[in-house]
């Protein structure tokens, strides 16, 4: 296995921007104001016809978007998710949505009957990165790798490593396998990867509105898609980081790293893992001050996101919305695994942390 820190130029492009989602997803700007939840109000329509395998009916209906701020709050973590608010009111049509993230034997069906290969599978080009010494050059993806002492959590770096041959196929480098691990979400994926799945399957990325809706569960403003507390009953909800970050994950939700799909209790519409585990790509383009184009007093009706990417501290990079944080999510660092927490990921990179799941319009 080859992990190396690679030179600026390739750094910049294939070991920071692979941290975004966990760097960049998890900083802070100024605190913003406006946090009023109002009621959800439900579509009561079921479509006619057969459920598609493997999905569940998500209604539709009207409902508050956003995120209240968590600091000081039990298990609230240092985050404001200015990004998050105000909170605004939105509509979305009813959708199917996969009850799971997308597994590896869903993805290695996709692969066996397109040929396709991932992001993380093709080396990169050199004209893509031009100065940069051709050996180099070679197909891979960002791995997490615990350092065996306490480092400085505003780099990232210190716990993440391009690894040679870390792909879909390969999450820990060339000598790790898949095998066994069939229930398991596929990761490594960048946007691109998941949405060439999507439509094979005849299905579509979910838009960040349909994402929170359907991760919501029927509830308004609730800090979790169970409820307001973490851990509740003594019962883990959700696969994320406990112990200390990022050297020591104590599994203390049954896991040391990613779980299988459907390991938690499902929320009120019967998705599973709507919270940790690993990132899910949406398909809106990334914009930090988004959320401030809504009136808070008026429902915006199936917002597909901004026309462009912005964000001030990654201005040169093209970001996509992430959802529902990762097995690597703690209050120590990184809380985006709240309901209402926006993430975001530069559009061509894939880490162990990151897939997806699909949705699909009524026929």
Known sequence: MLCFVLPNIFMRHWLVIVCISAL?????????????????QTNHSIPQGETPEGMVWIPGGVFSMGAKNPVGLPGGGAQAFDDARPVHRVSVSGFWMDATEVTNEQFLRFVAATGYKTIAEIPPSKNDFPGVDEHLLVAGSAVFMPPANGVDLKNSSAWWQYVEGANWQHPLGKESTIAGKESYPV?????????AYCRWAGKRLPTEAEWEFAARGGMSGKLYPWGDTLVAEKEWN????????PQRDDAQDGFAGIAPV?????????????????WEWCSDWYDEHYYKAFHPDSVAENPQGPKVSRNSESPDEELKVQRGGSFLCTAQYCTRYMAGARGKGEWRSSANHIGFRCVKNVE
């Open 24 to 40: 960049l997803s998890c900083r802070e700007t100024p605190t913003s104001a406006n946090e009023t939840f109002h009621p959800t």
């Open 187 to 195: 990761v490594h994926i960048a946007w691109e990867d998941a949405k």
């Open 238 to 245: 959700a696969n994320i980081f406990q112990g200390v970050f």
């Open 262 to 278: 459907a390991s938690f209790p499902p929320n009120h519409y019967g998705l599973f893992d709507m919270a940790g585990n690993v």
